[in-house]
Antibody, heavy 120, light 108 residues
Framework: QVQLVQSGAEVQKPGASVRVSCKAS????????IHWVRQAPGQGLEWMGW????????NYAQKFQGWVTMTRDTAISTVYLELNRLTSDNTAVYYC?????????????WGQGTPVTVSS | SYVLTQPPSVSEAPGKTARITCGGN??????VHWYQQKPGQAPVVVIY???DRPSGIPERFSGSNSGNTATLTISRVETGDEADYYC???????????FGGGTKLTVL
């Protein structure tokens, strides 16, 4: 079955960077996009961007451009989200999620979420 | 950028029909997907491409989309349906995924 397994909770200080991983299994990794979605405490879902698992192309939501980087390693079917210059506003649960690469990009599978806490 | 507007909350009695709306400019020309998220859990799709229901989702869940409003309808609501619900579209002009702000469904 399709699984997206994310790395564990992170606690970081302001100004630091963090990398969250998302390991895919149960399907042809390169045939799908992986999206990252953020959810701050008590808030709604916020789409951050996607990466094409096949060729590494990315598209970031405007507010995340310049400080977020998405990469992938096809050899181990893993996608990474790197967050730089962290602030307390970045405290959230970060989800990876899978969609097709065509059509209306609905999300059919989600990771379990990775809590990231930014605190001095 | 494209904006989706949902009511923050909807309440309905058990056994009744709950309707959650998602407004957007000419949203009827787009495909709308709906997700259910219960506390402490990842979201789960309940409706995709306006009206399709994934396997395992009860027939009580249905969707419609026309004009400037898409609607998720939950018939014979149960306490187990209490959750946050989000609509989502694909903004092809930017290649962006767009989520609505979410609606908290309370079954009283």
């Amino acid at each position: 079955q399709v699984q997206l397994v994310q790395s564990g909770a992170e606690v970081q200080k302001p100004g630091a960077s963090v990398r969250v991983s998302c390991k895919a299994s149960g399907y042809a990794f390169i045939d799908y996009y992986i999206h990252w979605v953020r959810q701050a405490p008590g808030q709604g879902l916020e789409w951050m961007g996607w990466i094409d698992s096949n060729n590494g192309d990315t598209n970031y939501a405007q507010k995340f451009q310049g400080w977020v980087t998405m990469t992938r390693d096809t050899a181990i079917s893993t996608v990474y989200l790197e967050l730089n210059r962290l602030t307390s506003d970045n405290t959230a649960v970060y989800y990876c999620a899978r969609s097709s690469t065509y059509g209306s990009r609905w999300i059919d599978s989600w990771g379990q979420g990775t809590p990231v806490t930014v605190s001095s | 950028s494209y904006v989706l507007t949902q009511p923050p909350s909807v309440s309905e009695a058990p056994g009744k029909t709950a309707r959650i709306t998602c407004g957007g400019n000419n949203i009827g020309s787009k495909s709308v997907h709906w997700y259910q998220q219960k506390p402490g859990q990842a979201p789960v799709v309940v409706i995709y491409y306006d009206t399709d229901r994934p396997s395992g989702i009860p027939e009580r869940f249905s969707g419609s989309n026309s004009g400037n409003t898409a609607t998720l309808t939950i018939s014979r609501v149960e306490t187990g349906d209490e959750a946050d619900y989000y609509c989502q579209v694909w903004d092809s002009s930017r290649a962006d995924v767009v989520f609505g702000g979410g609606t908290k469904l309370t079954v009283l």
